[in-house]
């Protein structure tokens, strides 16, 4: 066979034989016609003579390489004769309507439909608000030279174009595209992966636990430091961490391997004393307390003041010489130190069992910062418990941290601790304690003298320091008050049951007793979820219920509506922190027990018509409705809770 000339003719056979020609209604399809174009000459007369050879608008892929004429045929006549293979592109011409015949290429797909993106752009209903723009195709990944791509696909194939001038399209066409058909489908977002089980404690100790005892690093430094400096003792510290994470998780038995694996870490033979065996050690103690393992607290609570004294944490120069020139770790240290110091505090009132120990013990560690600037790594120069002490008299109008003040109120506690026994209700012992919780509070600076901070948020630190001084007021006035006790003699959860006699009317100390369960009460009402606080909050919420309770178990109450809403307050409140700890859950039972003792009490002399004298027929139905209200919220909260 002769090679084809590019100036020779077509063959008189593919012409006269029939073979299609292209037709000009659709570019670079095929018909079947053989008919001639008549012509006149110029005496008139009409001749018939071969038509022009029509216009092709998509040559292949061979010829246009070659910049040959294409005739349009499917193979075309040069790809037929070189014996190559023809392949067509896609036209970038307007779609001019169905094409008449089939196409004869076995690989070549029809469009289905007029483009989306030719005409009026406006008026298509798979726009989503954008204006319109052109188009270009995007590149298949995998180019197949035997698949031949339609002139007019439904999604537009031309060159790729960046994504930020792309508008979005829904895609009808999506269910039933072939897999190499390109969609403009939005790409699904990897999800992300799903923590594990240690992963969630880990943030459930940080988000639910750590205001309460901010004194390890911050939780952003502590992965650093976890990260460019691991020890067996940070392990620990973790460990410790994941146990209080999962007080708050639900996770089932591993909450108790992951304490045995805290201890065990904190017990090795090979386990060096340094400040973070300190705070893991404080960790598991504060988690044990809350617990009910109160005994098995006690015992590493006297390890970890061993362990703290014999490395000096005590001691001023230690935040410098351990804090490798790290701000943060300094200050992590120095609130190791006295939050060491506020727990064994309130372990001690709280239990009435140990002494306060470290109280005896002299300290000259410097004070802590305020949490904000703990948490950002903003610490500023340190002040000390001397400035604090001297600043009335020093002239110094300046304003402390919050740990600085609960550090205070921790220290009067171990004052009224230390002092003799008082027998007497006008024992002078008692004017010189009351002395010290009347100057700390009316020394407070207006920012301190509630639980919010100055962004309106939970002051954690000062919501401890308020009730630990409303405690020390309860254990020190209420054994001179008048209040009967014997009633809730069974509320003995967090601490024994101390007798008080019964008086005729209500003295001083009286007063400032039920004041301060008032107060105590009141501080459940804050608008932040009530297991946010440390559980030591259990046991001051008993404190003040019993004080409630032995007020309500008299006859003759003039604000007894009040005093009912303080007991729901302290019910309601133990009920929900009794999902976290189990030391509330205790206390709550014992507290509801006795209600609805004293309740049947009242209840059983109200038969008796001298228990109405004084009372007007409005008092007497408004004490029963509320004596029935009381009761019913009581049964509602036991279902609940025998339903969980």
Same mark, same amino acid.
């Given at each position: 066979m002769e090679p084809f000339s590019p100036e020779a003719? +077509?063959?008189s056979a593919a012409s006269s034989s029939g073979s299609p020609t292209v037709s000009s209604d659709s570019p670079g399809t095929a018909t079947s016609s053989s008919t001639v174009a008549p012509s006149a000459t110029t005496d008139g007369r009409v001749s018939q003579q071969p038509a022009a050879p029509p216009s092709v608008p998509a040559a292949c892929l061979a010829c246009r390489g070659k910049h040959l004429k294409c005739d349009g045929l499917t193979p075309c006549s040069r790809c037929t004769i070189s014996n190559s293979e023809c392949v067509y592109v896609a036209s970038r011409r307007g779609y001019k309507g169905p094409r008449r015949n089939t196409a004869h290429n076995p690989h070549k797909r029809h469009a289905s439909s007029s483009p989306p993106y030719a005409g009026a752009v406006e008026s298509c209903p798979m726009l989503l608000g954008h204006t319109p723009v052109s188009i270009p195709t995007p590149t298949v990944s995998t180019f197949n030279p035997s698949i031949v791509l339609p002139e007019q696909s439904p999604v537009g194939y031309t060159a790729p174009s960046a994504m930020s001038t792309m508008p979005v399209y829904r895609n009808p066409f999506a269910p039933t595209m072939e897999g190499?058909?390109?969609?403009?489908?939005?790409?699904?977002?990897?999800?992300p992966p799903v923590a594990s089980l240690a992963e969630r404690c880990f943030d459930a100790f940080y988000h639910c636990f750590y205001a309460a005892h901010p004194f390890v690093l911050p939780k952003e430094f502590f992965i650093r430091l976890l990260k460019e400096s691991p020890s067996p003792n940070l392990e620990a510290v973790m460990a410790a961490m994941r146990y209080l994470g999962a007080l708050y998780v639900d996770c089932g038995p591993t909450k108790a391997t992951y304490l045995d694996e805290a201890i065990r870490l904190c017990y090795l033979p090979t386990t060096a004393k340094d400040g973070f065996l300190i705070q893991a050690l404080l960790l598991i103690i504060?988690?044990?307390?809350?617990?009910?393992?109160?005994?098995?607290? %006690? !015992? +590493? +609570?006297? *390890?970890? !003041? %061993?362990?703290? #004294? !014999? #490395? *000096? +944490?005590?001691? %001023? !120069?230690f935040a410098t010489l351990h804090g490798h020139g790290n701000p943060v770790l300094e200050e992590s240290w120095r609130r190791t130190w006295w939050d060491l110091y506020v727990c064994d505090g309130m372990i001690a009132g709280v239990h009435r069992v140990t002494n306060f120990l470290l109280f005896d013990i002299s300290a000259d560690v410097a004070l802590p910062c305020e949490e904000h600037q703990y948490l950002t790594g903003r610490i500023p120069p340190p002040s000390y418990m001397e400035d604090f002490d001297d600043q009335i008299f020093s002239g110094e109008d300046r304003e402390f941290s919050s740990f600085a003040y609960r550090i205070a109120a921790a220290r009067n506690l171990g004052r009224f601790m230390r002092t003799p026994q008082m027998i007497f209700p006008d024992d002078e012992n008692i004017s010189r304690v009351e002395a010290l919780l009347t100057n700390w509070r009316i020394h407070l600076p207006d920012s301190k003298r509630d639980d919010l901070n100055k962004a309106c948020q939970l002051d954690e630190m000062m919501f401890q320091a308020h009730f630990i001084t409303h405690a020390c007021t309860i254990m020190l006035h209420q054994p001179f008050s008048q209040l009967d006790t014997s009633p809730v003699q069974a509320v003995n959860s967090c601490a024994p049951h101390r007798p008080v006699a019964s008086g005729d009317n209500f003295n001083a100390h009286t007063r400032h007793t039920i004041t301060a369960a008032c107060e105590i009460s009141k501080m459940v009402t804050q608008a932040v979820p009530i297991t946010s606080h440390t559980h030591f909050f259990t046991c001051v919420l008993t404190m003040s219920s019993i004080v409630h309770l032995s007020k309500w178990a008299l006859y003759f109450i003039e604000d007894e509506e009040d005093l009912r809403q303080q007991i729901r307050l302290n019910i309601g409140a133990l009920n929900k922190l009794s999902k976290v700890w189990k030391a509330a859950n205790t206390a709550w039972g014992q507290v509801k027990g006795v209600a609805q003792d004293i309740y049947r009490e009242k209840k059983a002399h109200q038969i008796s018509p001298a228990f109405w004298v004084g009372f007007t027929q409005e008092q007497m139905i408004s004490s029963i409705n509320a004596d029935e209200g009381i009761m019913s919220e009581f049964n509602i909260l036991q279902q609940v809770t025998q339903a969980q």
């Open positions: 003719p +077509l063959s190499n058909a390109l969609a403009l489908t939005t790409i699904p977002q990897t999800q504060v988690g044990l307390d809350g617990s009910c393992q109160q005994e098995r607290a %006690r !015992e +590493l +609570l006297a *390890d970890c !003041e %061993r362990y703290a #004294i !014999e #490395i *000096d +944490l005590n001691k %001023r !120069e």
